[in-house]
């Protein structure tokens, strides 16, 4: 009887959430890591098992974001697990349709996205780049360490090298494989590990992890085009979209659209999160919280 009542909720908010689509003046889309889990970029189990196996048995860590804050001892074995990391979280195309599924829905809407993700599937997805803010960096990116300045360097032939020199090839389809009987390497030699252009220090990748993220002029411009977004449609209805949020960040995302939710008179905020679909009590009735896998609650949003 209660799995029935709750099978018959969500059905409920997910009519509820079309019909509130359909009549939205603008959509601002807020997304975090449980978008893109839900896509298939999981950071744990097979897919961290398969590349980087060696970096677990070495080292004992058990997925991609442990390994990722691991002091290594060495330059060329820290960018052996990144560019695995990278290549395999930017280059490639997640394996379900959730992102482009998302964008059938608001093509033809008048939309921003605010993401802390950096894994580029957005605009993969078809979003124009215009309209996106990636707050927290770009796995497509690297910037100097320290840094002597505030510009940022595309990543990809570097990466593309420095997974080759392991041992791994990259098939016609642009996926990263190992050959079979082949070890890969842990280490990339000396003379793939990047520098400061100015400086010389070593490079590291645009992600903010402390003080020294660099913002670029790319990043400023999308936040400038953000805020004129909001100016713009602050009087208008607007639906705010969260998916996949958590609350490793939520200020960036969560907190701000319950804030404009709140706020704003014909704001309306939506949160589509596997098994934390919340809203506080403030908004409640201003709100339409869906608990599940986000790829198949957009599946159930489409149009009939």
């Known amino acids: 009887m209660l799995r029935a009542f709750q099978e ?11 019909s509130e689509l359909d009549a939205a003046d603008a959509v601002v889309i807020g997304a975090g890591a449980g978008l893109s889990a839900s ?3 999981a950071y744990t189990g097979g897919r961290f098992e398969k590349y980087f196996g060696d970096f677990a048995k070495k ?8 390994g990722g804050f691991y002091l290594y001892d060495t ?16 280059y490639m ?38 309209r996106l803010f990636y707050t927290q960096g770009d796995y497509g990116l690297i910037q100097c360490s320290r840094p002597c300045h505030q510009d940022t360097y595309d990543n990809e032939d570097m990466v593309r090298k420095m ?22 390497k842990m280490s990339v030699p000396a003379e793939l590990v990047p520098h400061c252009p100015r400086c010389g220090a070593p490079m590291s990748m645009n992600l903010r992890a ?22 713009r449609h602050q009087n208008l209805k607007i639906l705010f979209l969260e998916a996949g949020v958590g609350y490793n960040t939520p200020t960036i995302v969560k907190y701000s659209f319950w804030r404009m939710a ?38 159930q949003l489409k149009p009939t």
């Not at 820290?78 to 990391?85: D, G, L, T």
């Not at 059938?104 to 894994?119: A, P, R």
């Not at 670029?216 to 100016?231: I, K």
């Open 39 to 41: 896509a298939g970029f």
């Open 210 to 231: 402390d003080d020294t993220f660099v913002e670029d002029e790319g990043w400023h411009r999308a936040s400038e085009r953000y805020t004129e977004f909001l100016r």
């Open 93 to 130: 195309d997640a394996p379900r349709p959730v992102y482009q599924d998302l964008y059938e829905l608001v093509k033809d809407k008048d939309y921003f996205v605010l993401t802390t993700n950096v894994d580029h599937c957005f605009q993969k997805a078809g979003f124009d780049r215009r």
């Open 59 to 66: 080292y004992g860590f058990k997925d991609m974001y442990s």
């Open 75 to 90: 330059l060329e074995e820290y960018w052996a697990f990144w560019s695995r990391y990278i290549y395999i979280n930017r």
């Open 262 to 299: 709140y706020e704003w008179e014909d704001a309306l905020y939506a949160c589509l999160n596997y098994g934390e679909a919340f809203a506080p009590d403030e908004i409640k009735k201003k709100s339409i919280c869906i608990n599940g896998d986000i790829g198949a609650i957009l599946n």
């Open 8 to 18: 018959k909720e969500v059905i409920d908010s997910v009519l509820r959430l079309r």
């Open 163 to 184: 997974a080759e020199s392991q041992g791994y090839v990259i098939d016609g389809d642009g996926v990263l494989t190992l050959p079979e009987g082949v070890v890969p």
